[in-house]
């Protein structure tokens, strides 16, 4: 087995090479040094697919007793509505097959991330981008576990709690390391008079700037983001900015943006 010197020769070698191995040489590729935990598919729901089998049998078993009798416009409509559910499953038993082989893998420096049928997908921790649909804020909420992931060269990926087990695990591992490995960088660019920018928002220490817009930390009383946009208080008002999931690395951005509102440039 030859060690890949490109991504691409790792996706050349996807036909001949276990998927396992294959794994561990975009590992190699991107330097992400040792393997810590996979999180494997999420289990085939049979059970929904059963259930919507006997739904739509029982819709379909009165819609065919309808047109027997003569009402076959209610038989109809009753046949119609019974497709839905076999719809549902139909879609769930395609998800099922698709996921089958799915997987995540966390190594020291970055996370590997399978779907099948695709290419393996590696990210290091130093250089990745998340992007989070719902932010959890108390252990109590409901939360769906949704990462958009972007890295160099344009790769993306995305793993969600349909497709992948343990999710709150694996989401809450790969937001805690790109932030502990990005933050003190982001920090130091800060402390330097930089400008940091997570999407159409940017942090320096004088501003938060939207859409070209300063706000002075001095002005701004509160920073939520518990209605799924990023808002801000400014004199008792509230101002509602980007969605949360439009934020690159929103961890890293919260920790920076209250740092700055807490303890402002005089």
């Known amino acids: 087995m030859i060690t890949p010197n490109r991504a691409e020769d790792v996706a050349e070698a996807r036909?001949?090479?276990?998927?396992?191995?294959?794994?561990?040489?975009?590992?190699?590729?991107?330097?992400?040094?040792?393997?810590?935990?996979?999180?494997?598919?999420?289990?085939?729901?049979?059970?929904?697919v059963r259930g919507c089998g006997i739904v739509a049998g029982s819709i379909?078993?009165?819609g065919v007793i309808c047109t027997a009798v003569g009402a076959w416009q209610g038989g109809v409509a009753l046949l119609t509505i019974a497709a839905v559910p076999v719809l549902l499953a139909f879609r769930r038993g395609i998800l099922n097959r698709q996921n089958r082989a799915a997987r995540i893998d966390l190594f020291d420096h970055g996370v590997t991330v399978y779907r099948s049928g695709q290419r393996v997908a590696g990210f290091r921790w130093d250089s990745t981008e998340v992007r989070q649909q719902m932010i959890p804020f108390?252990?109590?909420?409901?939360?769906?576990?949704?990462?958009?992931?972007?890295g160099p060269g344009g790769v993306e990926a995305t793993v969600d709690e349909e497709g992948f087990a343990r999710a709150r695990e694996w989401a809450r591992a790969i937001q805690s390391a790109v932030t502990a490995t990005q933050l003190p960088a982001a920090v130091a660019a800060i402390d330097n008079g930089d400008t940091v920018a997570f999407g159409e928002l940017a942090l320096s220490l004088d501003a938060l700037t939207y859409n070209g817009e300063?706000?002075?930390?001095?002005?701004?009383?509160?920073i939520d983001a518990r209605s799924g946009h990023i808002r801000i208080k400014l004199a008792g008002m509230w101002i509602s900015l980007t969605p949360v999931s439009t934020i690159p690395n929103f961890y890293i951005f919260n920790e920076l943006a209250e740092r700055l509102r807490l303890t402002p440039v005089g």
């Open 15 to 48: 036909h001949t090479v276990p998927l396992t191995q294959l794994i561990h040489l975009m590992a190699e590729y991107q330097h992400l040094g040792a393997h810590r935990d996979t999180f494997l598919a999420t289990p085939a729901d049979d059970t929904f």
């Open 60 to 62: 379909a078993t009165i």
């Open 138 to 150: 108390h252990d109590t909420m409901p939360v769906s576990y949704y990462l958009e992931l972007s």
């Open 214 to 222: 300063a706000f002075p930390w001095e002005n701004i009383q509160l």
